[in-house]
Nanobody, 124 residues
């Protein structure tokens, strides 16, 4: 599986962005896919995940109610709609995937495939 993230950019605080993660390969619906982010000088942090199969979702507390993760299996794509953006959301955002991952979905070490990041910058 190859992943390609896109959609980042520069936005003012309070604005919105929609990130996309396009995947190649078959059986995409059987992959759990997550978004992580990494700010300069910081560790890579979990943002949101959508499970394979039923598509259950889970979010980091700081983005709950502002970010929405979704998937379109027909298009082999995952999306992260980000609203009410804050300067602390500034980071490089990465999408990651793992075949039928059901446990510890917020742990980046459990993911097998990673896309190149896309920069999100939120100005105050």
């Amino acid at each position: 599986v190859q992943l390609q993230a896109s959609g980042g950019g520069l936005v003012q605080a309070g604005g919105s962005l929609r990130l996309s993660c396009a995947a190649s390969g078959r059986a995409f619906s059987s992959y759990t896919v997550a978004w992580f982010r990494q700010a300069p000088g910081k560790e890579r942090d979990f943002v949101a995940v959508i499970s394979w199969g039923g598509g259950n979702t889970y979010y980091q507390n700081s983005v709950k109610g502002r970010f929405t993760i979704s998937r379109d299996n027909a298009e082999n794509s995952i999306y992260l709609q980000m609203n009410s953006l804050k300067p602390e959301d500034t980071a490089v955002y990465y999408c990651a995937a793992r075949w039928q991952l059901s446990l510890s979905q917020s742990d980046p070490t459990n993911y097998q495939y990673w896309g190149r990041g896309t920069q999100v910058t939120v100005s105050s």
